[in-house]
């Protein structure tokens, strides 16, 4: 019998860990094809709320934010590629690359949601891939408009989301109920509203948990 999986993806789409989480739990739910059917919403947070609209540039940004050296900050994106692309995953860093604001992005993924899980998985997947392996700016309108058209999305009603401010008041909102909650940190993944996992865990580790959780709730 298949069972089923409710799975809150607490993330942001500038979190490197974040993109490593999402793929390696996705690869974990296909080796568990046929024994779990999932679901994932994907639930706001912003690592950079204070960003201004030009960004700040990578490297010097987490120098400054975590106290490390730009030695310390090329040896973890190092890091972050190799696990990366052991989940076929292209992380692209560069000198030149930027943290930028994200809240027009989750204002979109929520509209997204609204059209389906599948298309907001669609456009977290692109806006991840946007970001990540090519550079681009996730609080770019254009930017914005292509992805979600890319991913069967209308185009013209991305931009009207985006030029309205439309669910500015929900995102906000749900950002405050996960820190109420206790998040801190991200990816958070709640399983059936229940059990958490942390982290950009590997592949054999969400097989694990899942199969757990399943065997919790039949049990």
């Not at 900050?73 to 000198?95: K, S």
């Not at 977290?124 to 990540?132: N, R, T």
């Not at 059936?192 to 097989?207: H, K, M």
Request: some cysteine; hydrophobic content about 40%; overall charge negative.
């Amino acid at each position: 019998m298949t069972r089923t999986l409710e799975i809150d993806f607490v993330s942001d789409v500038v979190c490197p860990w974040c993109a490593i989480g999402l793929h390696a739990l996705r690869q974990a739910l296909q080796q568990l094809e046929g024994e779990v059917s999932a679901t994932i919403r994907f639930r706001p947070f912003e690592l950079t709320p204070e960003m201004p609209a030009e960004g700040e540039f990578v490297i010097p940004y987490l120098c400054r934010k975590y106290g490390m050296s730009e030695e310390q900050v090329a040896r973890n994106q190092a890091y972050i590629t190799e696990r990366g692309a052991e989940l076929g995953f292209r992380f692209d860093f560069r000198t030149d690359s930027k943290k930028w604001n994200t809240f027009d992005a989750h204002r979109l993924l929520h509209w997204a949601a609204e059209q389906g899980a599948d298309k907001q998985l669609g456009l977290k997947l692109a806006l991840l891939e946007a970001y990540f392996s090519r550079n681009e700016n996730p609080a770019e309108r254009a930017v914005l408009c292509r992805l979600a058209e890319q991913v069967g999305l209308d185009a013209d009603a991305a931009g009207e989301v985006y030029d309205s401010g439309r669910y500015t008041d929900e995102v906000l909102a749900e950002e405050q109920l996960w820190v109420r909650q206790g998040v801190s940190s991200v990816p958070t993944i709640v399983f059936n509203e229940q059990y958490v996992v942390s982290g950009g865990q590997p592949v054999e580790t969400f097989v694990q948990v899942i199969q757990e959780v399943v065997s919790r709730e039949v049990g």
